[in-house]
Every structure is written in C-alpha cells, then in structure tokens.
C-alpha cells in the first residue's frame, strides 16, 4: 500500500494508533534528533486533544494502521452479537487481558471486551472499574466504526447498541434450542 514517495500514509489519511484509537495524519515532518534527520508522521488526536509523532519507517512496528476494512468492521458487529465468554478467574487478571486487547488496537479484540462486559437492563450492575473499561473499549471501538463507516460516533454507538440489543435474541434462542435438547435427552 506505498504509495509513489514511499510512505504508507499521506496527509489526510484516517489511521488507528493502538493506545489512542483513531487519529489523522495531520503532516509529515523531518526532524533533527540526536543530530540525525529523521522523517516522522504527525498524527493528531482530536479527541484526546493530543498530537503524537510516529517515524515514517517504524510505523509498522509501533502498530500504525489504516482504518479496519469493511468485512473486518463487519466481523467486528457479529462479534458483539455472541455469547458473552468470561473466563473464571480473578478480575484483576481479566481487566489486565481487557486493557491488553483494547490498547492492541484489533476491532475484533476490542468488540470482543465490548461483548463481554456488555450488561442488558436485566443484569447486574458492573463494577465501577467494569464500567470504565466498558466504555473505554465501546468509544474505541465506536471511533473506528464511525470513521471506517463515514459515519458520526453517535450513529456509530447506535449501531452497535443494535447489534448487542441482537445479541439478546442470539443467546435467547440458544437457550431456547439447549432447553430443547435436554428435553428430548430427558424423554
């Protein structure tokens, strides 16, 4: 994906920084460091009201990514619409692997922490640390959406505000097709 002067990205381009989310690349610069030239990409932030500058030829390893493609936003939402899986350990050990997959930057990890910390109306309510990472991996991830989608963040929590309210519906059948089941063992 380089294009004719050999950087990955040009001014204007939507990217994804895995700690910060979404930004757009405001410039790309030539710095003096430690007396050495160095091409950089400047990346702003405007939600965190934050600039940050990626080398040109470490953009890669550092994570930084184009927007996720239409199929990848696409396995991303029927992601959220599964079966929550919460592993039986401790929580600090689980909000540990939350924070690792939101900060990796993959949609599909972070619809997958969305998915799992997601509470119905008629479920408990979540811890006040649940609730921070619920959020912090749900405006990550709307961010994205809404800038793959063309859309603004609110259309973008809507629609996946929808496909957790279809989630309901997934798990209801499945519990309706187990019942099922073990009626037709038990008879």
């Known amino acids: 994906m ?6 990955e990205f040009k001014v204007g381009d939507a990217v994804v920084y895995p700690a910060h989310g979404v930004g ?51 396995k991303a939402l029927t992601t959220l619409k599964g079966r929550a899986r919460v592993k039986r350990t401790m929580w600090s ?47 990550r991830m709307a961010r994205e959406v809404a800038a793959a989608n063309r859309i603004d963040k609110d259309a973008a929590v809507q629609l996946l505000a929808k496909s957790l309210s279809a989630k309901k519906a997934v798990i ?3 519990e309706a097709a187990e019942e099922a089941a073990e009626e037709a063992e038990a008879a």
């Open 93 to 139: 050990r689980r909000a540990q692997e939350y924070e690792a997959k939101i900060n990796s930057g993959d949609l599909i990890s972070i619809a997958e922490v969305v998915r799992d910390l997601h509470r119905a109306d008629s479920q408990p309510e979540q811890s006040y640390s649940e609730r921070q990472l619920y959020e912090s991996a749900l405006d």
């Open 24 to 74: 757009k690349v405001a410039a790309v610069e030539t710095q003096e460091v430690a007396g050495m030239s160095l091409e950089v990409y400047v990346v702003t932030f405007d939600h965190e009201k934050m600039t940050l500058r990626v080398p040109t030829k470490k953009a890669k390893t550092a994570g930084l990514r184009s927007l996720a493609a239409d199929d990848v936003v696409t």
């Open 2 to 7: 380089t294009n004719k002067s050999g950087l």
């Open 172 to 174: 209801a059948a499945a």
